[in-house]
């Protein structure tokens, strides 16, 4: 009794939706579905069978070819196109007989076919089999899923380490429109390059344990690289003390400038407290040292059969370096080209330019301009 009372709500999750228009007919196939322990519902014709499985869909519909109104033909092609109830099973019940009417159920999609009148044990092997076939395309479809939703959370996991979690869902809906975000083929881009570097680190090293400095790292790290996510930055490279993050790559930012900006005002904001802190607590003063260029660029992956990294290279990348090195803690260098974007966007007072530079590996020099917030 108890293994009874166990299964019983079990099966009467099966529903089995019953249209047609003979009353006594619907209810003699609800009797026969009820005795094998599943639900079932009648409805008198396609507008009640459509507004029925809009308000919840059932496990099978047995539909009447003869309908007032729509015929069973064209409801059953109505509930395969809708991808929502698509994967329905639909037995078609009807007294026509010629090949004619057959075929018609076929191509309207039907899964199988009664006889008229109703005999209860070819209906409940009928419905028994497409119930059978029923549940096991739901396990395979909910084993789809899941596999869908681990693989998009691989990528998401993988790609969450480079660029910011809203770029990440944008890769992951793009997956599967034929879009690649990062290109396997080598291109040439204009981007803006932002590389931030600790000063002092070299100081904090011989002054501070090694897991302590391990940690102070992370610490710098997390918080630059969440001022890089804010304004949906790409992060390129970590090494070091050093951060590269690129702009308008790989997806276009028509104001990439714009964001390198904000990019570097926040990660000396951001990092103003943790100095501090590491200041009162081991006795260090440092800072953030950020250099900032815009121009063309290579995209692409770069190393060996063993490794390989996607990354940016060019003249551009090696400005931005050198702007970096040289710049002082909380201080931002960036190249001419570069201020030109974002002169609207800097207060005039805290812009020194440091004239046409000859930056250490360059044959021209280019012109600099200091930005102290």
């Known amino acids: 009794m108890a293994d009874a009372a166990q299964r019983a ?65 064209d409801i059953c092609e109505r509930l395969k196109r809708d991808p929502a109830t698509a994967l329905i099973p639909v037995v078609l019940v009807t007294a026509l007989e010629d090949h004619e009417s057959r075929v018609r159920g076929i191509e309207a999609g039907a899964d199988d076919f009664l006889s008229k009148p109703v005999r209860r044990e070819e209906l409940v092997a009928r419905v028994k089999t497409l119930r059978r076939l029923h549940e096991t395309r739901r396990e395979l479809e909910a084993r789809r899923l899941a596999a869908e939703v681990q693989r998009k959370e691989a990528i998401r996991k993988a790609f969450s380490r480079y660029v910011s979690p809203r770029l990440t869902d944008k890769i992951i809906r793009d997956t599967g429109s034929g879009e690649a975000p990062f290109k396997s083929q080598a291109e040439r881009a204009d981007v803006v390059a932002l590389f931030a570097d600790l000063r002092g680190f070299t100081r904090i090293t011989e002054s501070v344990g090694v897991d302590r400095v391990v940690d102070m790292l992370n610490e710098y790290f997390s918080v630059l690289t969440e001022a890089a996510y804010q304004y949906e930055g790409t992060i390129f490279n970590m090494a070091g003390d050093s951060l590269l993050v690129g702009f308008n790559v790989p997806f276009p930012q028509a104001d990439a400038p714009a964001r390198a900006w904000r990019t570097a005002k926040d990660m000396m904001s951001r990092f103003a407290p943790v100095s501090a802190e590491w200041r009162a607590r081991h006795g260090v003063t440092t800072g953030v040292g950020i250099g900032i260029c815009r121009g063309e660029a290579i995209i692409g992956n770069v190393g060996s059969p063993h490794f390989m990294s996607y990354t940016v290279i060019g003249n551009t990348i090696n400005t931005a370096a050198r702007l970096m090195q040289m710049a002082q803690a909380d201080e931002v260098l960036v190249s001419g080209t570069l201020y030109e974007a974002i002169r609207s966007l800097v207060p005039a007072a805290n812009v020194h330019s440091r004239g046409e530079v000859a930056l250490r590996g360059k044959s021209e020099a280019i012109a600099v301009y200091s930005i102290k917030l």
């Open 9 to 73: 709500p079990t099966q009467a999750t099966y529903r089995v939706l019953v249209v047609d228009d003979d009353p006594d007919m619907a209810a003699l196939l609800a009797r026969m579905i009820a005795k094998e322990g599943m639900q079932a519902e009648t409805v008198s014709d396609g507008g009640a069978a459509i507004a029925s499985i809009g308000a919840g869909l059932p496990d099978l519909v047995l539909l009447d070819v003869m309908l007032p109104g729509d015929s069973g033909f």
